[in-house]
């Protein structure tokens, strides 16, 4: 206890002080400084004009006892390594930082499930919380409700769960891709998925395999990945190759995905373009390198972020009882040079490989 | 006010109803729950039994005002696209998990420096500060030297601050760098450089010269890439390939700029490595996927981010006045396809390219 209060007491300008200067009480101080308090502009003001002259800064931590705001929000994020979720967390502690708040940061250790972490994110009192490429429980949802505590899962819904949830609308990116590689010729198609159990993987699926059949094609093969991984990419498209009749078009359920395979055709000799065409999903920004220059569905991140935090409704006095919403956007396909029309010259190839 | 406290009222358990179930004082159940406080071990489980019979979840907030800590670590991170720092990050937040506390993220936006992310770190109270990928000024260090705010610069030192510092041994990385090309036989060598401003960038730099040089080779090629991105280090090279004499080995000082190169040489029809040796510098994921499979020195993030958590002295009741330390930690070289040999073949391929 003493290690900080030595260093503190000497330097720093309290809100008493700045009180006194002002022969104003400190709750008018704190008040000045909460987005929720009622004060008129002038006081507030000469308030802060003051407290900056003076050096004072307001100690967040112990304002958050008396307006019982913390001006934290919790972000759990299960995975930093596929490059979609560096982008997200940038792009979400920016938005989150403009509207005066903070990221706390929680990365489930591996093994530990998002309720494991539930204990920590409550002790901390956050304002609000954001889940991230993480799964919920009907317990952890229950417990966030009875503390009205607002909850957004990002990039993820759970069917039943009565949440606020924002995601990409996978269903119908998975229906664009369909259309866009039947439009281009190819007929023998094949799609790769990550995690089977996530919404993610799902919905991209069904759109893609639902457009399909509406289309007359029938008999989509099909691998697992089981992960999201390049490893997992690489893999389930070298037992995809093994199967007789390859396909002449792959989607693959997220980018990285898309590269492991990319990378495995080519070291089995196969063209991209020219022999099979690759489609991916998320647009990370590796997907722009002239490496792979796949073709995918961009996510539109920074609309998905506005609203995981507009529905958080970070600074409202009140946080008035909405039903929980999923809102899905729109995504947009981004051709690039992995996929090709099917002229005349590539039906040859494909009998050659027969 | 009334939002939170509604909620919360109805079914939250305080330190008081656990202090009266055992009839003991609410300052004891603090105690209970501090790291450093005095307490006897049968006193201390018998509060965390009750407490957690009770449900009773500490409040870190509250107790901050008593224990003068937060229990939150403010992590600095000015670029989470580079693929190096999502990595860094996600071993930072486990380990300082690991000890008890959370990371608060602070992610400068464009235009803004560390130092105006300064007065949000103080509010907020943090117990210390991790400054990854961002310089820091020297008024920055002096506030938190005042305040006896444990920092710690992570990937970077700034020559002349009395701060903490941990880094990898760039200079031995970029000496080791330049053995190993020259051991392969290569004599018409490269340089492209990130930001030239960067200790990171200086170091690798001046330990490749520096052995070069000891090696008898002098007159090094270098091109500035300006900053860390994938389109600088393409267009460093492009620039690289006009003049006279192409080099037949780069080293970039960071993977994403020599994959930025590798994509660019590849375009430019040259063979990698029977035409061109490429070495990066981090070893990031992807430095491992087959289509780059890029030799590279290999940070020890896992080291750099015990000795960085170490530094900060996180739960120690007194942060002792320890002399600021730089520690300089070794990579290795991790050897891959992306080098080779320069056989007799290759000088008649020099020949013709000439």
């Not at 104003?24 to 003001?45: D, F, G, L, N, P």
Request: one cysteine or more; hydrophobic letters at 40%.
């Amino acid at each position: 206890m003493a290690r900080k209060a030595s260093g503190k007491a000497s330097s720093a300008i309290t809100a008493m002080d700045v009180a006194r200067t002002l022969g104003v009480s400190q709750s008018t101080i704190s008040r000045a400084y909460s987005m929720t308090a009622s004060i008129s502009e002038k006081t507030k003001s000469r308030v802060l004009e003051t407290a900056n002259a003076l050096g004072y800064q307001p100690n967040i931590i112990a304002r958050s006892l008396i307006t019982r705001r913390t001006n934290i929000v919790a972000v759990v994020v299960a995975n930093l390594v596929d490059p979609f979720y560096p982008v997200v967390l940038d792009a979400l502690a920016q938005r989150i930082q403009s509207q005066g708040f903070q990221t706390l940061l929680f990365i489930p250790s591996s093994g530990e499930q998002v309720d494991d972490v539930l204990p920590k994110l409550l002790q901390y009192q956050v304002d609000a919380v954001v889940l991230a490429s993480a799964t919920l429980s009907s317990a952890m949802a229950k417990v966030c409700a009875e503390r009205d505590m607002p909850l957004v899962l990002f990039n993820r819904y759970v069917p039943g769960l009565e949440v606020h949830a924002v995601s990409c609308d996978n269903v119908a990116g998975g229906r664009r891709v369909a259309e866009f590689l039947h439009g281009l010729g190819h007929r023998r198609l094949a799609f790769v998925s990550g995690e089977t159990t996530s919404s993610t993987n799902r919905d991209r699926e069904r759109g893609f395999i639902a457009r399909l059949t509406e289309l007359g094609i029938d008999g989509c093969r099909q691998e697992v990945g089981g992960d999201y991984s390049y490893e997992s990419g690489y893999d389930a498209t070298q037992r995809l190759l093994r199967q007789a009749g390859p396909p002449d078009a792959i989607f693959f359920a997220s980018d990285v995905l898309a590269f492991g395979g990319m990378d495995m055709l080519q070291a089995a000799g196969l063209r991209i373009p020219q022999d099979i065409s690759i489609v991916g999903y998320d647009d990370v920004p590796l997907a722009a390198w002239r490496g792979y220059d796949l073709t995918t569905i961009r996510q539109p991140i920074d609309e998905m972020v506005e609203a995981a935090v507009d529905m958080l409704g970070l600074g409202q006095a009140q946080h008035l009882p909405v039903a929980p919403t999923t809102r899905l956007i729109m995504g947009a396909l981004i051709e690039r040079s992995s996929t090709s029309k099917r002229p005349v010259r590539i039906d040859l190839a494909k009998t050659r490989r027969r």
